[in-house]
């Protein structure tokens, strides 16, 4: 009888438990021991590939029991390691356990027990490493048919293992359809299953013209589908009903309003911000080479120095700008790249200290300039033979990085396939440096720079030839670009401004080229930059009704009426009137508010250092600035107005302006911000510098606009507003007084009246003050009522009586501005 039997198996139960918990040990075991792999034939009747586990209810219990026997009888090795090293032994064991299962195997075959086609051969998953038998065919044929199997996919084994596990199967004929014709094609047939189990057809119309319909091609352009909800259907049933029908449309709208509505084109072309408005310094071009510079110096040494020289701790004398309430004196950078003594420790503190600030506001005003100017300048730049030609005046090297970041991203949207590593067309670089020191770590930070040790002096160079001197004119060198930033504080005087200002213009290219002043955003650095504003308004650039101007001081010239050339102010202004917050007589005492702007930058961690900064890693570096062209006047090329009509136009907004009227449209027409908007509930505050030439405060509420009422919300310091406001008001402005005592006389005076006064109570001149009091002068001092010992006087009462004592001083110190 063959193991394959049913009285066989019945037989064979305690055997195979016992030889599957073996299998399961020794399987155990090698897991865990390491142990020699024993080298096997790949014959066909090598059972070491097929699973005994799977096929152990084929043996009989003669077979099993005579491989036991041979287990048992077979005699130990005389040097058996039992006794020396346990592990050897378990190992040896092992090897033992599975030479019997091969030779058991191998018994089993040769006597017939087992056929080589009882195990279903199936090639090795790779994912899961296991192989398959008859139960996993099986399970996984059940798996994916269920009992409805394909005809041919079981042999009889598997068949009637199936019907032992499973129960008797359904059995379906698979037959290859064949393309018929529409003719000879049967129709549908719709089917149902009936509780006893089995199939009965059920009848259902069909569509006829369904049939004859092309298939449906997917719109790209078509919407989502749309799926009535109840709240539809019922307003839809209320609506027949009622005898008359809905719009889905509109109803979609009202119940399921649009998100919030997207910037508006004009006011994101007026952004006055960097992208990413913080300025994280590029670690290739600027904190790399200068962090290797740096380290072959002492950190306590650079920092002592820096200290040293920008004001102590925080370094308020740099480019820092230190708050208000500190009530630090407003003194110019003591560092300048132009001065000739500059030692080692200093140029490292110049490049640790003021390069990160030169920098991120050079960038600032330098990514300001290529909005208002726009893509076809700077392109017309970066193409032009030779390329752009820069001077960096007194940035030492920073403002050069700053233009060429923004020059890389210029060229990367010209040549998107441009491969990173290659050159890009900078241009030609020049750096102001006077003394060695700083000359050569700007050269080792920046490559294809030229370094001048001073700036050509224009001013005072005859322009043609003379009688006295009737050589040719020696040519001058021009630069597209001029960027100068702390220059003027350093001077003392303003007519040494105004000649710097002057020498600097005449370093432009006069046919486009660009000069960019910056100082600290301080009240004195505002009055300088508006200073060289109005210089050059009044000499050099011609504006509607002021062409031309008169010299009577210089007797060189034939005529004492100049032409002024053509020019125009790129930024942040956006009229060519006189500055509403600068007064032409000059600086002014008690002044606050002034014209400036903001930029925020990460710290390089050098810089973190030399502040001793551990908690804040940004500095908002605040600035005043002035950018202007040579040459070229775009409102005049462009029709750009800045008067009183624009800014009109600019308040009823340029919201619902269409595509096609935007080519008459230029951002250089609309107001600037220039104090952070007051974003208030429901409702925003603009402080504007106009067109018109006037500081306005406009104001957008909610019920303005809600496109205009959104944008207000996220905009942003020093940007131009384009989408109008409801209310406009003129903004009071405290500007100080030219002639008048600023914050600090004004305490000395009100202090000296006080010492006087208690002189006079020590003296005992009380006659005169009790008779200038029967008098009634209305300008007395109220004194606070005494009160007696052991008396209770409310906290209110108290409050009063200090305010009727501070509005009699107020009286007493106005009357005597008065006198």
């Known amino acids: 009888m063959r193991a394959g039997g049913p009285k066989a198996r019945g037989l064979l139960r305690p055997s195979v438990s016992r030889a599957a918990g073996l299998r399961r040990i020794s399987g155990a075991a090698r897991s865990i021991i390491p142990h020699t792999s024993v080298a096997r034939s790949q014959s066909p009747s090598d059972f070491s590939k097929r699973p005994l586990n799977k096929v152990s209810h084929r043996y009989t219990a003669s077979s099993w029991t005579t491989a036991q026997r041979q287990s048992s009888t077979a005699a130990a090795p005389k040097d058996s390691p039992i006794e020396t090293d346990p592990v050897e032994a378990i190992n040896t064991l092992i090897e033992r356990i599975n030479e019997n299962d091969d030779a058991m195997a191998q018994m089993m075959l040769e006597l017939g027990l087992i056929e080589g086609d009882e195990l279903v051969e199936v090639p090795e998953d790779p994912s899961d490493g296991q192989e398959y038998t008859p139960e996993a065919w099986v399970e996984m044929v059940r798996q994916q048919f269920g009992d409805a199997i394909p005809d041919g996919i079981l042999n009889e084994e598997e068949l009637q293992l199936f019907t032992r596990l499973y129960g008797q199967p359904l059995v379906q004929e698979v037959t290859e359809e064949l393309p018929a014709e529409e003719s000879d094609r049967e129709p549908d047939r719709l089917f149902r299953e009936d509780r006893q189990g089995r199939w009965e057809e ?75 408005s913080t300025i994280h310094l590029p670690k290739n071009t600027v904190t790399g080479p200068i962090s290797v510079i740096l380290s072959d110096f002492s950190n306590k040494h650079i920092s002592e120095t820096a200290r040293r020289l920008f004001g102590g701790p925080g370094l308020p004398h740099s480019t820092t700008t230190p708050p208000p309430r500190a009530q630090l004196p407003q003194l110019p950078i003591p560092l300048h790249a132009s001065q000739h003594h500059m030692g080692e420790m200093e140029a490292n503190a110049y490049i640790a200290a003021l390069y990160p600030g030169i920098y991120a506001s050079t960038l600032s005003v330098l990514t300001e300039i290529r909005k208002r100017m726009g893509t076809d300048w700077i392109r017309r730049l970066i193409l032009q033979e030779g390329g752009p030609n820069v001077l960096d ?74 009688l006295e001197d009737t050589r040719a004119v020696q040519k001058r060198k021009q630069y597209d670009i001029v960027i100068a930033p702390h220059t003027l504080l350093g001077f003392e005087e303003e007519y040494q401004r105004k000649e710097h200002v002057q020498n600097l213009w005449q370093l432009l290219n006069p046919n486009g080229g660009v000069l960019v002043l910056l100082e600290k955003g301080r009240q004195k650095g505002f009055e300088a930059i508006a200073g060289a504003r109005e210089m050059l308004l009044r000499r050099h650039i011609a504006s509607p009704g002021s062409t031309e101007y008169e010299n009577t001081l210089d007797s060189s010239i034939e005529s004492p009426i100049i032409a002024k050339e053509p020019g125009m102010i790129i930024a942040p202004c956006t009229n060519h009137a006189t500055c509403p917050m600068h007064n032409p007589a000059g600086p002014t005492k008690g002044r606050r508010d002034y014209c400036h702007f903001e930029q925020r930058y990460i710290r390089p961690p050098f810089l973190q250092r030399i502040m001793g900064a551990k908690d ?36 009823e907004g340029f919201e619902h302006l269409d595509e096609p009227d935007r080519a008459d449209f230029h951002p250089l027409s609309l107001p600037r911000a220039v104090y952070p908007p007051l974003k208030r509930r429901g409702h925003v505050i603009f402080d504007l510098c106009t067109p018109a030439g006037k500081i306005e405060r406009w104001t957008v509420p909610r019920s303005f606009s809600r496109q205009a009422y959104r944008d207000a919300r996220k905009s942003n310091w ?13 903004r009071k402005l405290n500007l100080g007084d030219k002639h008048g005592e600023g914050k600090k006389e004004r305490l000395a005076r009100r202090a000296a009246a006080k010492a006087g006064s208690r002189e006079m109570d020590e003296e005992g001149d009380f006659d005169e003050l009790e008779a200038e009091r029967d008098e009634g002068d209305d300008d007395e001092i109220v004194e606070a009522p005494s009160r007696k010992r052991g008396q209770r006087v409310p906290s209110w009462k108290k409050h009063a009586d200090k305010k009727k004592v501070r509005q009699s001083v107020k009286r007493r110190d106005a009357a005597e501005d008065l006198l």
């Not at 950018?627 to 624009?646: F, K, L, T």
């Open 616 to 651: 804040r890693n940004h500095e908002d570096v605040k600035f005043s600035y002035l950018a202007v062209q040579r040459g070229v006047d775009m409102r005049q090329e462009q029709n750009i107005r800045q008067d009183s009509e624009a800014t009109d136009t600019a308040f």
């Open 718 to 730: 020093g940007d131009l507003w384009a989408l109008g406001a409801k209310t406009r008001i003129p």
């Open 393 to 466: 005046a007194s940035g030492g090297g920073a403002g050069i990085l700053a233009w060429r970041d923004i020059v890389r991203a210029e060229y990367e949207l010209m040549v998107p396939d441009h491969p990173e590593g290659a050159p890009i067309p900078y241009g030609r670089s020049t750096v102001l440096t006077g003394s060695d020191a700083l000359r050569l770590r700007a050269s080792a930070i920046l490559d294809n720079t030229s370094f001048l040790p001073r700036l050509p002096d224009y001013i005072h160079v005859r322009e043609r030839p003379t």
């Open 202 to 276: 059920i009848e259902y119309e069909q569509n006829a013209e369904a049939e004859d319909e092309p298939p449906v091609v997917y719109d790209m352009d078509a919407g989502p589908e749309e799926v009535e909800t109840i709240a539809m259907r019922r307003t839809r049933e209320v609506a027949e009903q009622l005898g008359g029908e809905i719009m889905m449309e509109q109803f979609e709208n009202e119940a399921v309003p649009d998100s919030a509505p997207r910037a508006h084109p004009l006011t994101r072309e007026g952004k006055f911000t960097t992208e990413p």
